[in-house]
C-alpha cells in the first residue's frame, strides 16, 4: 500500500555547468531571464512547494540561482562529469539538504531547467496526483495518439507499441504516454532504495504535448521560445490573484505618457489618467498592496500618490536592489510581485520579479520580457486594464 503524501516539498533542479550542444546552456538568455530562471520561478509560485535549491558545479550557474530565489548547492567534482547520474546528483542533495536544515524531506520535486515549457499550475497539479494515488513517486507524461513506433532488429522492422498485421481503429487504441522530462516527484526512500527516480506506486500527470519539447539544441531553443511566448507568457489573463502579495509600478510612462510639461518658472507637471486612479482604489479595496517605485525624487510624484493612498519609494538609483531590500524587510518573495515598467531601467528588477508586465509602448528590451503587454500606452490606462484583469479572476 503506497504511504501518503506528507507537506514538506522540496524542489531540486540540477544544472551541470558544462555544455557541449550549446555553451552555458542553462543560463543562456531565454525570453529575457536565464534559463534556469523560469524553472526556478516556476517552482517558487507552486503553492505546493516549500524549498527551491539548485545543485552545479558552476559558479555562475549558482550566482544566477541565488539571484532568483533559489538556495545553492555546491556539486562534487565527481558528481560533475559526463557520466554522473541525475540520481546520483539528487541524493547528495538530498542529504545536504537534510544535514542543513535538520528537517526530513517527504517528496522532492525533480525539474530539469532545460525543459521550461510548464507552469506552476503543472507543479501544483502534479502534487495534488501524487496525493489522490497516494503515489510514492510520479512522472509527467503527454498522451501519444497517432503514434506508432517501428524499431530495426536482426529479424528487421518490428512494430513496438502496437501489431500492424491487427492494426486497431484510434478509438480502440488504449492510452499510451510518454514521459516529457518536465516534473518528477518521488519520495527519497524511493531514490534511496531502488538509485531510481521512479518506484513504488507510481503515478503519472497528463500535460499538454507541446510542453513535451525541451531544449538540447539551437533548433530546439528557437522552438520552445515560440511556445513559451505564445502559449504561457500570455496566460497571464488567466493569473490567480492569490499569487500576487505586491504591485509595483513605475511613474513616468506607466501612470504618465512620459511627458514633462516645464513652466516658465521651472515648475514641473504630468499628465496623469484618472482612470489608474480608479484602478487603484479597486485594487486596494480588493485587498492588493500596491506601491511606486520610481528612480526620480520628483514632488509631482509624491503628490499623486498622496492622492491615491499608495506608498511611494522615490530617488532609487538601483531599482532591482531597493526592490529587493523592501520585500525581504516586508517577508514579501520577489516571485509573487507583479512589476509595471517601461524603460531600459526597468530591465534588471523586471528580471527578478516574477510577474513583469508592460504597457504597450514600453522600449522594446522591456517588451520582450514582459510576462504580459498591456493593450494600453503609458498614461492611457495601463494600471485600470490590468485591475481589470484581475479584479475579474476576483470575481471568478
Not at 516549500?50 to 556539486?75: H, M, Q
Not at 544535514?99 to 525533480?110: C, R
Not at 478509438?171 to 513504488?200: A, C, M
Request: proline share 3%; aromatic share 8%; with cysteine.
Amino acid at each position: 500500500m503506497c504511504r501518503h503524501l506528507q507537506k514538506n516539498i522540496i524542489c531540486i533542479i540540477p544544472a551541470r555547468g558544462g555544455s557541449k550542444g550549446i555553451p552555458g546552456k542553462n543560463i543562456m538568455d531565454f525570453c529575457g531571464k536565464p534559463l534556469l530562471a523560469w524553472s526556478i520561478l516556476q517552482a517558487r509560485q507552486a503553492k505546493a512547494v516549500n524549498a527551491v535549491y539548485v545543485t552545479s558545479d558552476d559558479n555562475a550557474i549558482l550566482r544566477v540561482a541565488e539571484e532568483f530565489g533559489a538556495t545553492p548547492i555546491r556539486r562534487p567534482d565527481e558528481l560533475s562529469t559526463d557520466t554522473a547520474t541525475s540520481e546520483a546528483t539528487l541524493l547528495h542533495a538530498i542529504d545536504y539538504i537534510e544535514k542543513e536544515t535538520a528537517t526530513n524531506i517527504d517528496v522532492v520535486l525533480f525539474l530539469q531547467a532545460t525543459s521550461p515549457l510548464r507552469e506552476s499550475a503543472d507543479i501544483d497539479g502534479a502534487v495534488q496526483k501524487m496525493i489522490d494515488e497516494n503515489a510514492d513517486s510520479l512522472f509527467s507524461s503527454a498522451r501519444l495518439e497517432d503514434f506508432f513506433i517501428w524499431q530495426e532488429t536482426e529479424e528487421g522492422l518490428k512494430s513496438l507499441n502496437f501489431d500492424f498485421a491487427r492494426r486497431l481503429r484510434r478509438q480502440d487504441v488504449k492510452p499510451q504516454y510518454v514521459e516529457n522530462g518536465s516534473i518528477y516527484l518521488f519520495k527519497p526512500h524511493v531514490l534511496r532504495t531502488t538509485n531510481n527516480r521512479l518506484g513504488g506506486c507510481i503515478a503519472t500527470y497528463e500535460m499538454d504535448f507541446w510542453k513535451t519539447w525541451e531544449i538540447d539544441s539551437r533548433e530546439d531553443k528557437a522552438l520552445c521560445e515560440w511556445y513559451f511566448m505564445n502559449r504561457l507568457t500570455k496566460r497571464f489573463m488567466n493569473l490567480s490573484p492569490s499569487a500576487i502579495d505586491l504591485i509595483v509600478y513605475d511613474f513616468d510612462g506607466v501612470m504618465t505618457d512620459n511627458r514633462v510639461l516645464t513652466l516658465p518658472d521651472g515648475t514641473e507637471a504630468v499628465f496623469a489618467n484618472r482612470a489608474d486612479g480608479w484602478g487603484i482604489g479597486q485594487l486596494r479595496k480588493a485587498g492588493f498592496r500596491q506601491i511606486i517605485l520610481s528612480t526620480e525624487t520628483n514632488s509631482v510624484v509624491s503628490a499623486r500618490a498622496k492622492k491615491l493612498q499608495i506608498e511611494v519609494l522615490q530617488g532609487r538609483d538601483d531599482k532591482a536592489r531597493d526592490l529587493s531590500n523592501y520585500c525581504q524587510s516586508q517577508g514579501i518573495d520577489l516571485a509573487n510581485v507583479l512589476y509595471v515598467g517601461n524603460d531600459v531601467n526597468d530591465l534588471d528588477v523586471m528580471r527578478l520579479v516574477g510577474y513583469p508586465v508592460a504597457p504597450a509602448d514600453a522600449h522594446p528590451k522591456v517588451l520582450a520580457i514582459a510576462r504580459h503587454v498591456t493593450k494600453a500606452r503609458g498614461g492611457e490606462g495601463v494600471i485600470k486594464e490590468i485591475s481589470e484583469i484581475l479584479l475579474s479572476d476576483v470575481g471568478n
